[in-house]
């Protein structure tokens, strides 16, 4: 789109078309230049750059402990176990944010995703059930149990 060149705005009505024209180049401009990403499906989205951090500092720390293995009072030990907690808990609340700001901008067939999550146990996918299930009798022989009724039992 060909915006006319920069003159004195004299205006509210020149100011809004404007602002309307330089909108809608960066728009085509973002839609014609930036390459959509296409993350891996099995990609941990609520990753961030601290966690990378606090990982790196967990690592250090569990080559230090591996090497002071033979001292187990060792002050880095403890220090370990500390940071372990604080990683852990750092995750949660990462996936816990993640999750808070998937519900705030999902859109309606995000609504619907994110139901199913909230609905379905975890696993994979497939209807959960006992499967069938063989019982040796007494008298040695084999029977199969089918029914939820007779699995219980």
Known sequence: MDIPLPTHIKSAEELQQAASDLTTTIQTTIQEKVKLSKPCPHSKRWWNSDLRQLKKELNKLSHTCMRQREVPDHP????RKT?????GEAILKAKCQHWTDFLEEAANHNLWTANSYIKEPTGDGGKTHIPTLKVIMENSNEREVNSNKEKVC
Request: glycine content about 0%; some cysteine.
């Open 76 to 79: 880095c030990h403890r220090e």
């Open 83 to 87: 940071k372990a907690y604080k990683y």
